[in-house]
T-cell receptor
């Protein structure tokens, strides 16, 4: 069973540019979440998509956006890149979204996309 | 507010020995899940073990076990028979909240484990 696949693995962008990162979840998983990891802020939740709908969003500016396709693949986009956007972006896959119950649905992560903004 | 605290920034362990990584959590919700992940320098976040708040037995997965003490709000990870490949960052995370809340993972700051030969 293939894991969570993220592309590209590494990329370098210039300030002001925009970037699109892609995530293919585990087959059968419909929930895709994105997290940003930086040395200073640690791991922070960006947003979650489930069945092509954004379910939740973290505290990030509107420059960060995403979408999910009918095959559950997801993309996230960052426009007008800033130096502070340099980070590891992790995609997570789960079979269900949070229901408020004690869900045992494990959340699996991909290898991440390392973004450097210069 | 929901919070995960990992008080050990770094730990050393001798190969083949057991090691415990500490994690305490704070939530007012009754229903929540606790996760441990391993992150090597490559960046991939590898799922290790899960414990639900209503699970009465401590979770185990191979060499990993979770010492869950609900009253103390702690969920320590125990790695038995450490191997050199266990050297990595380890993150404790929690998913909590009532229906309609975000339910996203909240992470601790991590513990860097170094296994010595």
């Amino acid at each position: 069973k293939a894991g969570v696949t993220q592309t590209p693995r590494y990329l370098i962008k210039t300030r002001g540019q925009q970037v699109t990162l892609s995530c293919s979840p585990i087959s059968g998983h419909r929930s895709v979440s994105w997290y940003q990891q930086t040395p200073g802020q640690g791991l922070q939740f960006l947003f979650e998509y489930f069945s092509e709908t954004q379910r939740n969003k973290g505290n990030f500016p509107g420059r960060f956006s995403g979408r999910q396709f009918s095959n559950s693949r997801s993309e996230m986009n960052v426009s007008t890149l800033e130096l502070g956007d340099s980070a590891l972006y992790l995609c997570a896959s789960s079979s269900q979204t949070w229901t408020g119950m004690n869900s045992g649905n494990t959340i699996y992560f991909g290898e991440g996309s390392w973004l450097t903004v210069v | 507010a929901q919070k995960i605290t990992q008080t050990q920034p770094g730990m050393f362990v001798q190969e083949k020995e057991a090691v415990t990584l500490d994690c305490t959590y704070d939530t007012s919700d009754q229903s929540y899940g606790l996760f441990w992940y391993k992150q090597p320098s490559s960046g991939e976040m590898i799922f290790l073990i899960y414990q639900g708040s209503y699970d009465e037995q401590n979770a185990t997965e191979g060499r990993y076990s979770l010492n869950f003490q609900k009253a103390r709000k702690s969920a320590n990870l125990v790695i038995s028979a450490s191997q050199l490949g266990d050297s990595a960052m380890y993150f404790c995370a929690m998913r909590a909240g009532t229906r309609g809340s975000q339910g996203n993972l909240i992470f601790g700051k991590g513990t860097k484990l170094s296994v010595k030969p």
